[in-house]
């Protein structure tokens, strides 16, 4: 055997060890393992928020980013307050409004049930959504008087002021500083 056959021959190429050890950028300049676990963290997060659990952020009132708060709108219209909230894909017998204590309450509740047979496999679905919203509202309304109304998804209500609380409005001038 030759002593030739046994050194490795040497190119004009540098060696692994000559290389730094660099890892290859992608595009996107980020780690695809921590965006794979970013994205599993917020599938997991969004399933979670669905059971309206309190250790998870859910449930609360201090959660403004709670998906299962529907979106209200509060205005003083002069001579009643109106109450404007957002309920996509409910129906009007889904909807419970109530007043307690100075405070509007909205509820919601949806079910749905589906059953498809096909090809020999039964496939059975059931989704499940509550939502429940309470919206302080100021002295000085007749809430015997009160009207509410639903179309397309959106649910407005409208309570009026007493005689009193529409005279006790007081306006002042502003003027330049």
């Keep these: 055997m030759r002593a030739t056959e046994l050194t490795p021959r040497r190119s004009n190429r540098p060696s692994r060890s ?7 950028r992608r595009e996107g300049g980020g780690d695809p393992l921590g965006a794979l676990q970013s994205e599993i963290n917020r599938v997991f997060d969004s399933f979670w928020r669905g059971f309206d659990l309190p250790m998870l952020g859910g449930g609360g009132a201090a959660d403004l980013g709670n998906e299962n708060l529907p979106r209200v ?18 129906e009007p017998g889904d909807i419970e409004v109530s007043f307690s204590d100075g405070a509007l309450t909205i509820r919601g509740e949806k079910r749905s049930e589906r059953e498809d047979q096909d090809r020999g496999y039964v496939i059975r679905e059931c989704s499940y959504g509550a939502i429940e919203r309470t919206v302080p509202l100021p002295d000085g309304i007749d ?17 009026p002021k007493t005689a009193d609380a529409q005279a006790a409005v007081r306006r002042i001038q502003v003027q330049r500083g």
Aim: proline letters at 5%; a negative charge; charged letters at 25%.
């Design 18 to 24: 000559d290389r730094r050890d660099v890892p290859a």
């Design 73 to 90: 709108d509060v205005r003083d219209a002069g001579q009643a307050i109106e109450v404007v909230a957002e309920l996509p894909g409910m």
């Design 143 to 159: 809430f015997d008087a009160a009207q509410a109304s639903f179309r397309n998804g959106v649910l407005t209500i409208t309570i």
